[in-house]
C-alpha cells in the first residue's frame, strides 16, 4: 500500500483553517495575520481552507464575512477558495470522499476499525466509568469482531463509525516553537473516531490528513488546540507523513482574565469596519497580542512586521486585549496617515452612514462631497481614534439638524437675549465678503463680543447651539467657514425662530 508521502518542497506552506461558526474574531484574525505574516517573510505560501465539516454550524453566509474580514485585512491567500491551487478542494466538506480513502487504507492497514457501538451505549459506559471514579477510555468493544462479523454488521445497514487504532504504550514527542518539549504517552488516549457515522470526519483526523496532503510545512494556530496535537501526530506516523513544525500562540484573555467574549468589547474584524478603524492599527495592534519586538514599541507599520516578526519571538503568557490600546493605535494611524487617504475613508464611511439612516437629501449640496471632506480634515484629524467619531463629529455640516427641546429652551432662564446677540451675528455674516473666510468670521464676530462688553466664549455657545445644534463643535470659526454663509444664515434664522 503506498502509504508514504514525501514532502521534498522546501518551500514553507503555512494554512489558516477557520471553521466558519461566526464572525472572523479577534483571536482567529491574529492566527490568520501570523501565518500570512510569517509566509510573507520567508516568501513561502499562505494557504486558506475552510473546515465546513461540522454541517449543523456551517453557514455559507459566514464562510463570506469571513473571506470578506480578511480581505479587508488585506490577508490575501495564495491557495484557497476564490484562489487556485494545486491541493484542493480547499474546502472540508468537498473532501470527504479523500477522509474516507485513507480511512479505508488505515483500516486495511489495521490501524483503524469499524465501531458499531451506539451512542447510547456508549454514553451508559462512560457514566458507569464516572460513578466508579475512573477516567473513561473506550474498551475496545468492536476491535474484537471478526472481519466476518463486521461484513454482517455492514451489509445488515448497522450505523458504524471508524476509529483510530492507537499504539499502545507508546511516547509521542514534538517540540511547539512557544511551548517547547510535549511528551505524551498513547496510554492516556483513546481509540478516537476518524470518520463518524455520518460519514463526516473528526476534526484531529481530517486536519491532519489534509495538512500533510496540503503539504503544510508549519502549523501556526491557536493554544487551545496544543492538546489536540499529539492526536493529529498520530495519524502522521500512520501514513508516515512528514509532521509539520509547531507553534501554538498564547491565549488572549479580556482585561479581567476571563477567556475574550463579547463582554469584553468589539471583538469581530466586522465590527471594526464599521466603526471606522483603519487596517494597518488592527493589524499593527493584532501582531502584539502574544508577539513582542521590545518592550517599548507598540508601533509597527505592516512592511515593518513583514521584517522583525519571528516565530521564536511569540510568548507563553497569555495576551490581554485592551480595546483602548486599540483605539489609542488607530488614533495614532489616523494623525499620521495622508489627507488623500483621510478624505477616501472619511467619504466612504459617511456615505455608509448616510446609507442606515436613509438620508439621500444632504443639506448642503453646492459643494461635492469629497472637497467638504477634504476641508474639514485639518479640523478633526488630530482628535479623532475612529472614522465613525469623526462621521459623528462631523454629521452636522451634511445633515439637516433639528433642535431638542432642550436646546430650543437652552436661554430661556439665562441672562442672555440669544436672539438679540443672534441678529448681530446674521448682519455681521451676511456682511462678511464672499469669500467667507474664518479670519474674516472671526474678527467679525469679536467685534460684537466688544461692542456687547459680552465674553465671548458665550455669544460662541449661542452661535454653536444654532448653527451646530450642539454646545460642542470642531474650531467654530472655520466650522462656519465650511457650512458656508448661505447654510450659516439659515440654521441661524431657524433657531431665532423657534426660541421667539
Ligand atoms: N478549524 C479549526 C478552528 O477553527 C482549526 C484548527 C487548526 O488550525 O488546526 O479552530
Not at 187 to 194: A, G, K, R, Y
Not at 206 to 228: F, Q, W, Y
Amino acid at each position: 500500500m503506498n502509504i508514504k508521502k514525501e514532502n521534498n518542497n522546501k518551500e514553507i506552506r503555512v494554512r489558516f483553517a477557520p471553521s466558519p461558526t461566526g464572525y472572523l474574531h479577534v483571536g482567529s484574525a491574529r492566527t490568520a495575520f501570523f501565518n500570512w505574516l510569517y509566509a510573507t517573510k520567508t516568501g513561502g505560501k499562505f494557504i486558506l481552507r475552510i473546515e465546513d465539516t461540522d454541517i449543523a454550524r456551517h453557514q455559507e453566509e459566514t464562510i463570506n464575512l469571513i473571506l470578506k474580514s480578511l480581505k479587508w485585512l488585506g490577508l490575501n491567500w495564495d491557495e484557497g477558495p476564490e484562489a487556485s491551487g494545486e491541493y484542493g478542494p480547499y474546502r472540508q466538506s468537498l473532501r470527504t470522499s479523500i477522509y474516507k480513502r485513507y480511512s479505508q487504507e488505515l483500516i486495511q492497514a489495521k490501524k483503524a476499525y469499524h465501531c458499531f457501538c451506539s451512542p447510547e451505549e456508549l454514553k451508559e459506559k462512560r457514566k458507569n466509568k464516572t460513578i466508579e471514579g475512573k477516567p473513561y477510555k473506550y474498551d475496545r468493544k468492536c476491535l474484537k469482531f471478526s472481519s466476518k462479523d463486521i461484513k454482517y454488521n455492514i451489509d445488515s445497514g448497522k450505523p458504524y463509525a471508524i476509529r483510530f487504532l492507537v499504539p499502545e504504550n507508546k511516547t509521542i514527542n514534538f517540540k511547539d516553537t512557544v511551548y517547547g518539549n510535549i511528551t505524551v504517552n498513547t496510554d492516556s488516549i483513546e481509540d478516537f473516531i476518524i470518520i463518524r457515522s455520518n460519514g463526516l470526519p473528526t476534526y484531529n483526523y481530517s486536519v491532519a490528513i489534509d495538512d500533510a496532503l496540503m503539504k503544510i510545512t508549519h502549523v501556526i494556530r491557536g493554544e487551545d488546540h496544543l492538546s489536540n496535537t499529539p492526536k493529529q501526530i498520530l495519524i502522521y506516523n500512520a501514513f508516515n507523513f512528514n509532521i509539520p513544525n509547531f507553534t501554538h500562540l498564547p491565549m488572549i484573555l479580556g482585561q479581567d482574565g476571563q477567556k475574550l467574549s463579547k463582554r469584553h468589547g468589539s471583538i469581530s474584524i466586522e465590527k471594526y469596519i464599521e466603526e471606522g478603524f483603519v487596517r494597518e492599527a488592527i493589524l499593527n495592534y493584532l501582531a502584539l497580542l502574544g508577539w513582542s519586538y521590545n518592550e517599548k514599541t507598540t508601533i509597527f507599520t505592516t512592511s515593518e512586521l513583514i521584517k522583525k516578526f519571528e516565530l521564536s519571538s511569540i510568548n507563553k503568557k497569555p495576551a490581554k486585549f485592551d480595546y483602548n490600546k486599540l483605539l489609542w493605535i488607530n488614533g495614532y494611524y489616523i494623525r499620521n496617515m495622508e489627507n488623500s487617504r483621510l478624505k477616501q475613508l472619511l467619504e466612504k464611511q459617511i456615505r455608509n452612514y448616510l446609507a442606515s439612516k436613509n438620508i439621500i437629501d444632504l443639506e448642503n449640496r453646492i459643494e461635492p462631497l469629497d472637497q467638504k471632506i477634504e476641508k474639514i480634515i485639518p479640523l478633526i484629524k488630530e482628535r479623532i481614534k475612529t472614522l465613525k467619531e469623526g462621521i459623528d463629529l462631523i454629521s452636522p455640516f451634511f445633515i439637516k439638524i433639528s433642535y431638542s427641546d432642550e436646546l430650543a429652551t437652552y436661554f430661556k432662564n439665562k441672562e442672555i437675549d440669544a436672539t438679540d446677540i443672534l441678529n448681530r451675528v446674521y448682519k455681521t455674516l451676511s456682511e462678511v465678503s464672499s469669500k467667507f473666510h474664518a479670519k474674516d468670521i472671526e474678527k467679525n464676530l469679536r467685534l460684537i463680543s466688544e461692542r456687547l462688553n459680552l465674553n465671548f466664549r458665550k455669544i460662541a455657545e449661542v452661535i454653536r447651539i444654532a448653527v451646530w445644534n450642539s454646545t460642542i463643535s470642531p474650531p467654530l470659526f472655520e466650522t462656519i467657514e465650511i457650512l458656508g454663509k448661505e447654510l450659516t444664515l439659515k440654521r441661524i434664522n431657524e433657531y431665532m425662530g423657534i426660541i421667539l
